[in-house]
C-alpha cells in the first residue's frame, strides 16, 4: 500500500469526550474508505491513531466533521512521522490503560433511530425488548462505577453476554462494537412488569412509580385531576409544577408553543425537561387541548416543563397507548396519551433508585412499582431548560448532561467546591475542564447530606482527582461548609454572590475584572449581613468588591417571609410611609400587627438587599401568592402574568451610600400597590430590567467595560433576563448569561472552583478573608 503523495505517516491524538461513543470503529471504517494502513486504540488521555495512505491529507478534517453521534471533538493534534514499510491493513489495538485518566464517562443518552427501528421491527431479536441500546445512545454515567468505562465497570458486569451479542460487541463494523450496556431479551435486564398492564394501570388513574435511568419517576394520566391532585398531596409537592412526559413534538404542540430552537432542544438526545408557554386557556384547538390537563399540574403557570421519550420503556408505553403500530411512522405523528413524570423523592430527599429502596420508599405513594434488574449506580434527576434570549439555560442540570465538562480558559489546579444549601451541586476541575455535577437538591436533611458526600465521592473517583483545595460558601452554618471542613485540605471561603458572578465568568472564559449582578434571594454578605442584589467587581485576583446594593427592606421573621411575601409587602408598605394598611390589607394572611411593629420597631425584621425579597415584595403589593407553598413560587406566578413589559418613569433613584451605588425602587414599590396584578407584573419586571441597567452603566462605563456578568436566582426569570439583556445591548453592553450552568445556586460550585483558581497560589490557600473570597 502506498504511503499517500509525500509519503507520510501521521499520528494524530483526538481528545473529548471520544471514548464510549463509537469512535475506534469509526476510524477504522474511515481508514478503509480512504485506503489506510496503521491502527488506533484508546488510552488515558482519548484516543491515539497512527495512518499511512492515499487519503491520508483528508484524515484530520474528517475525523472532526464525521464523528459518532455522542462523540464530542475538543482537539486535533497532529505529529508528521515516517512511513512504515510493509504495514498490512488497519487495526483496533487493545486499550492503554497507563497513566492517570484525562478522558471521561459520557452521559446517558436517548434511543437512537437504529435502535427505535429494531424496537418495533417484529423480525428484529430486540422487537419490544425494554433495555436495547448501542454504541450510539442508552446509559453511561448512572451505570459507571469507574473509568476505564469497560462493562466489568458497570451494572451490566451482572449480564454475561448471549453469543450473538458477543458476537456483535467484538465486530468492528457493527453498531454494537464495544457498546458496554447491549443487551438481549435472552442476555439482559428484565422489567419487572409487562408493558399493557403498566399502561392499564396509569389509565385507570393509579400512581405508578418507572425506574428511568438516573431513579425512579412517579407517573400518572396527565388528564386525571383525580390521579394528578392525589400525585401532588401524598408526594407533600405543594405547588411546583409537575413535567409532561409526550409522545413527540407534534404532541407538545398540543399543548405548548414550539418553535424551531424549542423543538430542537427537546429532541435534543439529552431528552432534557423544557419549559414552554402554554397554550392560553379557551384560545382555539390548541387552548382546548390545553384545558384538558389536569389544573393541578402547574397552578396558574404560564408554561409547562415538556419532555420527550428517553428509554426504551418510555417508548414502548406510548407505542402500547397508540394501539400497537408496526414500524416507526407512528413516532412522528399526534398520540393522545400524556403522562405526568416527577422525580420520585418524597419529602425532598434523594431519588429512588433501587427496586428494594423504591418498595420502602414509596410504600403508600405509588400503586404500582415497574423496576428491573440493571443497577443505577449514579443518582440522576432529568435536566430542566428553558430558552433566554433564544438559547437554552439551565434550570437544573442533570442527566443528559451530566459529567460533560464546563470548558475553563485555561488549565487550573485539582480543585473541590461543594456549592451552598438550596439546589446544591459540586464541582470537580481537572485541568481546563469543570465538572459540575447533577443536581443534588437542598441539604436539608441526612439523606441529602448523604447523596452529596456520595456524589463527591463518585466524583473524584471516576475523575481520578485528589483535590488540592476544597472552595465553599461563607456561611459557616450550612451542612456544606461543615462537611467541607471535614475533609482535612485547606479550605476556600468564597462569598455567595462572588461565586454567582465567577460561575458566569468562568463558562464565558472572562479572566480580567469584570463587573456582574448577583440578583438572588439570600446569600451571607462579607459584613455578616443578608445580600442579595448585589453589584459586584470580581478582580483578577480572585477578589472581589461591593461596588453596589439595592436598598434594603425589613425581612419580618427572616426566612419565614420567604414563604410569606405578604411580609415583604407589608415591610415595604411601612417603608412607603402606609403603615397603617398592613393590618387591613393582610390580616387574613398572618399577624399582620405583629409584623407591623417588627418592621417599626426593628425587632426580627433584619434588613435586606435581596432581590428575591423585592420580587415578594411586589407580588404580596399585587395579591399574587400572598402564602406561598414553596420559596420562589409566588415570583413565578408574577412571571406568568407579564403580557408586555412596561417602564415607570422615576419609578427608582440612585443614590451614593458609604461608598456603594444604593439602587431604590421604592417608588416603584408605591405604585404597585394600587394596581392590580396583570398590569402590576409588566409595570414591575420593565422597570426593574430599566432601572438595574441605569444603575450598572456608570460603573461599566467608567471601567471602560463592554460586557456585564448576570447571574443569581432571579435571572431564572426569563423575562427579567431578556430585559436585562436587551437593556444593556441598546446601550452598547453585551450581557453574559448564564447558559451552561443553572443561574440560581445549581451553579455556586462553579463558580467557587474559578475563584479559588484564581487566587494567589491557585487556590491552595488555606482560609483567608472572607470579604477577600479567601485571599491571605
Known amino acids: 500500500m502506498g504511503t499517500g503523495p509525500e509519503g507520510m505517516r501521521l499520528r494524530l491524538r483526538v481528545r473529548g469526550q471520544v471514548q464510549g461513543v463509537g469512535f475506534r470503529p469509526f476510524v477504522h471504517g474511515l481508514a478503509a474508505r480512504l485506503g489506510l494502513t496503521g491502527w488506533v486504540l484508546n488510552d488515558a488521555d482519548g484516543v491515539l491513531l497512527e495512518a499511512q495512505g492515499p487519503g491520508l491529507d483528508a484524515l484530520p478534517e474528517l475525523l472532526t466533521n464525521g464523528a459518532p453521534p455522542l462523540a464530542r471533538i475538543d482537539a486535533v493534534e497532529v505529529t508528521a512521522l515516517e512511513p512504515v514499510a510493509e504495514e498490512g491493513g488497519f487495526a483496533i489495538r487493545a486499550s492503554d490503560a497507563s497513566g492517570r485518566a484525562a478522558t471521561m464517562i459520557g452521559p446517558d443518552a436517548t434511543v437512537c433511530p437504529d435502535c427505535l427501528a429494531e424496537l418495533f421491527d417484529h423480525g428484529d431479536r430486540r422487537h419490544l425488548y425494554p433495555f436495547l441500546n448501542c454504541t450510539h445512545c442508552g446509559p453511561r454515567f448512572t451505570i459507571t462505577r469507574r473509568l476505564p468505562y469497560d462493562r466489568p465497570q458497570t451494572s451490566m458486569a451482572a449480564f454475561p453476554m448471549c453469543g450473538a451479542c458477543a458476537r456483535e460487541y467484538h465486530d468492528p463494523a457493527d453498531r454494537r462494537f464495544h457498546a458496554q450496556p447491549t443487551a438481549c431479551p435472552d442476555c439482559g435486564p428484565r422489567l419487572s412488569h409487562p408493558i399493557p398492564d403498566v399502561l392499564a394501570a396509569i389509565r385507570a388513574g393509579r400512581?405508578?412509580?418507572?425506574?428511568?435511568?438516573?431513579?425512579?419517576?412517579?407517573?400518572?394520566?396527565?388528564?386525571?385531576?383525580?390521579?394528578?391532585?392525589?400525585?401532588?398531596?401524598?408526594?407533600?409537592?405543594?405547588?411546583?409544577?409537575?413535567?409532561?412526559?409526550?409522545?413527540?413534538?407534534?404532541?407538545?404542540?398540543?399543548?405548548?408553543?414550539?418553535?424551531?430552537?424549542?423543538?430542537?432542544?427537546?429532541?435534543?438526545?439529552?431528552?432534557?425537561?423544557?419549559?414552554?408557554?402554554?397554550?392560553?386557556?379557551?384560545?382555539?384547538?390548541?387552548?382546548?387541548?390545553?384545558?384538558?390537563?389536569?389544573?393541578?399540574?402547574?397552578?396558574?403557570?404560564?408554561?409547562?416543563?415538556?419532555?420527550?421519550?428517553?428509554?426504551?420503556?418510555?417508548?414502548?408505553?406510548?407505542?402500547?397507548?397508540?394501539?400497537?403500530?408496526?414500524?416507526?411512522?407512528?413516532?412522528?405523528?399526534?398520540?393522545?396519551?400524556?403522562?405526568?413524570?416527577?422525580?420520585?423523592?418524597?419529602?425532598?430527599?434523594?431519588?429512588?433508585?433501587?427496586?428494594?429502596?423504591?418498595?420502602?420508599?414509596?410504600?403508600?405513594?405509588?400503586?404500582?412499582?415497574?423496576?428491573?434488574?440493571?443497577?443505577?449506580?449514579?443518582?440522576?434527576?432529568?435536566?430542566?431548560?428553558?430558552?433566554?434570549?433564544?438559547?437554552?439555560?439551565?434550570?437544573?442540570?442533570?442527566?443528559?448532561?451530566?459529567?460533560?465538562?464546563?470548558?475553563?480558559?485555561?488549565?487550573?489546579?485539582?480543585?473541590?467546591?461543594?456549592?451552598?444549601?438550596?439546589?446544591?451541586?459540586?464541582?470537580?476541575?481537572?485541568?481546563?475542564?469543570?465538572?459540575?455535577?447533577?443536581?443534588?437538591?437542598?441539604?436539608?436533611?441526612?439523606?441529602?447530606?448523604?447523596?452529596?458526600?456520595?456524589?463527591?465521592?463518585?466524583?473524584?473517583?471516576?475523575?481520578?482527582?485528589?483535590?488540592?483545595?476544597?472552595?465553599?460558601?461563607?456561611?459557616?452554618?450550612?451542612?456544606?461548609?461543615?462537611?467541607?471542613?471535614?475533609?482535612?485540605?485547606?479550605?476556600?471561603?468564597?462569598?455567595?454572590?462572588?461565586?454567582?458572578?465567577?460561575?458566569?465568568?468562568?463558562?464565558?472564559?472572562?479572566?480580567?475584572?469584570?463587573?456582574?449582578?448577583?440578583?438572588?434571594?439570600?446569600?451571607?454578605?462579607?459584613?455578616?449581613?443578608?445580600?442579595?442584589?448585589e453589584l459586584l467587581l470580581a478582580e483578577a485576583g480572585g477578589g472581589f468588591q461591593r461596588l453596589g446594593h439595592l436598598a434594603t427592606l425589613a425581612q419580618p421573621g427572616g426566612d419565614v417571609a420567604a414563604r410569606q411575601p405578604w411580609r415583604m409587602a407589608a415591610a415595604a408598605l411601612v417603608a412607603l410611609g402606609r403603615g397603617g394598611e398592613v393590618v387591613p390589607r393582610f390580616a387574613a394572611f398572618g399577624p399582620a400587627e405583629g409584623v407591623r411593629r417588627m418592621v417599626e420597631r426593628g425587632i426580627g425584621a433584619p434588613p435586606t438587599s435581596s432581590c428575591g425579597r423585592l420580587f415578594d415584595a411586589a407580588c404580596g403589593l399585587l395579591g399574587v401568592r400572598p402564602v406561598a407553598g414553596f420559596e420562589g413560587e409566588a415570583p413565578m406566578v408574577l412571571e406568568s402574568l407579564v403580557r408586555s413589559p412596561a417602564v415607570m418613569d422615576g419609578g427608582w433613584s440612585v443614590r451614593e451610600e458609604g461608598g456603594a451605588r444604593v439602587l431604590d425602587p421604592l417608588p416603584l414599590l408605591g405604585r404597585l400597590a394600587d394596581m392590580e396584578a396583570q398590569a402590576g407584573a409588566d409595570l414591575f419586571h420593565g422597570t426593574l430590567a430599566a432601572a438595574l441597567v441605569d444603575w450598572a452603566m456608570p460603573v461599566l462605563e467608567g471601567r471602560g467595560l463592554g460586557s456585564v456578568a448576570l447571574s443569581g436566582g432571579c435571572l431564572m426569570n426569563a423575562v427579567l433576563a431578556e430585559g436585562l439583556a436587551a437593556g444593556f445591548a441598546a446601550r452598547g453592553v453585551r450581557a453574559l448569561l448564564p447558559r451552561l450552568a443553572p443561574a440560581n445556586d445549581g451553579g455556586l460550585a462553579l463558580g467557587q472552583a474559578w475563584v479559588a483558581a484564581t487566587l494567589p497560589g491557585a487556590g491552595v490557600l488555606s482560609v483567608g478573608r472572607p470579604d477577600r473570597g479567601g485571599l491571605p
Open 207 to 533: 400512581i405508578v412509580a418507572v425506574k428511568g435511568l438516573g431513579g425512579f419517576h412517579l407517573a400518572c394520566d396527565a388528564f386525571s385531576a383525580g390521579a394528578v391532585d392525589r400525585l401532588r398531596r401524598v408526594k407533600q409537592r405543594n405547588g411546583k409544577p409537575f413535567a409532561l412526559m409526550v409522545a413527540n413534538a407534534a404532541s407538545a404542540r398540543r399543548f405548548v408553543e414550539l418553535g424551531e430552537a424549542e423543538r430542537l432542544t427537546l429532541e435534543d438526545r439529552a431528552r432534557p425537561i423544557l419549559l414552554l408557554r402554554r397554550h392560553p386557556a379557551g384560545e382555539g384547538a390548541n387552548g382546548a387541548e390545553a384545558d384538558r390537563l389536569a389544573p393541578g399540574i402547574a397552578p396558574d403557570l404560564g408554561w409547562l416543563g415538556i419532555m420527550l421519550p428517553y428509554t426504551p420503556i418510555h417508548h414502548l408505553l406510548f407505542h402500547e397507548a397508540a394501539g400497537r403500530p408496526a414500524g416507526t411512522g407512528w413516532l412522528e405523528q399526534p398520540q393522545d396519551l400524556a403522562l405526568v413524570m416527577t422525580s420520585a423523592n418524597p419529602g425532598g430527599e434523594p431519588l429512588a433508585i433501587d427496586d428494594a429502596e423504591a418498595e420502602r420508599r414509596l410504600a403508600g405513594i405509588a400503586d404500582l412499582i415497574v423496576g428491573h434488574d440493571r443497577e443505577i449506580l449514579v443518582r440522576a434527576d432529568d435536566s430542566v431548560l428553558r430558552l433566554v434570549a433564544g438559547a437554552p439555560a439551565f434550570l437544573r442540570r442533570g442527566r443528559g448532561h451530566v459529567p460533560v465538562p464546563i470548558r475553563l480558559p485555561r488549565a487550573v489546579p485539582p480543585l473541590l467546591a461543594v456549592g451552598g444549601h438550596l439546589k446544591t451541586t459540586v464541582c470537580v476541575t481537572r485541568g481546563a475542564e469543570a465538572f459540575l455535577s447533577q443536581h443534588i437538591g437542598d441539604l436539608d436533611n441526612p439523606a441529602t447530606v448523604g447523596f452529596l458526600e456520595e456524589t463527591v465521592e463518585h466524583l473524584l473517583r471516576v475523575l481520578e482527582v485528589e483535590p488540592a483545595a476544597v472552595a465553599h460558601d461563607l456561611h459557616p452554618d450550612f451542612q456544606s461548609t461543615r462537611y467541607a471542613a471535614g475533609l482535612g485540605r485547606p479550605l476556600v471561603p468564597v462569598q455567595h454572590h462572588h461565586a454567582h458572578v465567577a460561575a458566569v465568568l468562568a463558562e464565558h472564559g472572562v479572566e480580567g475584572d469584570a463587573v456582574g449582578l448577583a440578583l438572588d434571594g439570600f446569600g451571607l454578605g462579607a459584613d455578616g449581613g443578608s445580600w442579595g442584589g
